[in-house]
């Protein structure tokens, strides 16, 4: 029987880190182990980031010497029940010839494990990363397109946006917690952005409201909706059973789950999307809810849910 593949990461190290706003650090991380990496066609393309515990001893092991780290033997080398830790992130901007590769992170003060890092975060600093993966590219034939996300996911909306056909229609909604908090993207003309600033709502409540009011485009409507758990679950419910729109034109995540750290929100997510889908399955589809009157508005306007902001510009 062969033997079972090791598994390697990249060793990278920070280049430079800086704030995009008051609650997103960019960092950028760069190295030799980027080498041969491409740019990915998935807009919502992600690395994993490693993070070993202190008590692993360094040097970390490296293969053969090279840029890349032995991950079964750091694991091996980690303390029982003090392993790895992983946490996924979008990948802003992968720059091959520079080989640097920009990842924006979401700060929450000291809590989490990637904000922390990304917040002191400094050149020369190490680190391991795992990918790429993704699974969302927008269809350029779609007759429109729907973006609902909060920060955590901007990073994905950015990519998105700039690939889209420039004859693209459809609408990005985008909850951040405060108009501090935009940022400036580059959709095409006819894609309006809806900034909904958070304030003191659960996160997700203004996200879902904005995306619910607005007028259903019908049936060829590719939808984009990743953001905190419990929000992305009562937009993919309106989504898959008050409009009956198809898996195959959903892309659907939640990156992450208020009160549950990553190790929480991955148990049993498996079983979780399983009774989702069953649930879906079992609930015939509503006729589609009458669009509310509203006055025709340009590009910029004002979103429909409270607390909404004019889009930031183009960049």
Do not use: N
Not at 99 to 124: C, F, M, Q, R
Not at 167 to 192: C, I, N
Not at 266 to 277: L, Q, T, Y
């Amino acid at each position: 029987m062969p033997a079972a593949r090791r598994r390697h990461a990249r060793l990278v190290e920070v280049v430079r880190s800086r704030w995009l706003t008051p609650s997103v650090r960019r960092v950028v991380v760069g190295g030799p182990a980027l080498a041969g990496l491409e740019p990915s066609p998935y807009a919502d393309a992600y690395v994993t980031l490693v993070f070993v515990p202190p008590e692993v001893p360094r040097p970390l092991p490296r293969v053969d010497g090279g840029p890349w780290v032995d991950l079964d033997a750091v694991r091996d080398a980690s303390p029982r029940d003090l392993g790895p830790r992983l946490r996924s992130l979008t990948v802003r901007h992968l720059d091959p010839s520079a080989l640097e590769l920009t990842l924006d992170v979401v700060v929450h003060g000291t809590a989490g494990l990637a904000g922390p890092w990304a917040l002191s975060a400094t050149p020369g600093d190490e680190l391991l990363l795992l990918g790429p993966g993704g699974g969302y590219r927008p269809d350029p034939q779609a007759s429109r397109h729907l973006l609902a996300a909060d920060a955590s996911a901007l990073p994905a909306v950015g990519v998105a946006l700039s690939r889209l056909p420039r004859h693209a229609v459809g609408d990005a909604v985008l909850e951040v917690p405060g108009p501090e908090d935009e940022v400036a993207l580059d959709p095409p003309p006819a894609v309006r952005v809806h900034w909904v600033h958070q304030g003191g709502r659960r996160p997700g409540d203004r996200l879902v409201e904005a995306v619910t009011a607005l007028p259903w485009a019908g049936d060829d409507v590719h939808a984009f909706v990743h953001g905190e758990a419990a929000a992305v679950r009562r937009l993919r419910h309106y989504l898959r059973v008050e409009r009956g729109l198809g898996l195959k034109r959903l892309s659907v995540s939640g990156y992450w789950r208020l009160g549950v750290d990553e190790e929480g929100r991955r148990a049993g997510r498996r079983d979780r999307d399983a009774a989702i889908e069953e649930s879906e399955r079992s609930r015939s589809v509503t006729r589609p809810r009458p669009a509310p009157a509203r006055p025709a508005r340009g590009r910029g306007d004002r979103a429909a849910a409270a607390g909404a902001a004019p889009s930031s510009g183009s960049r």
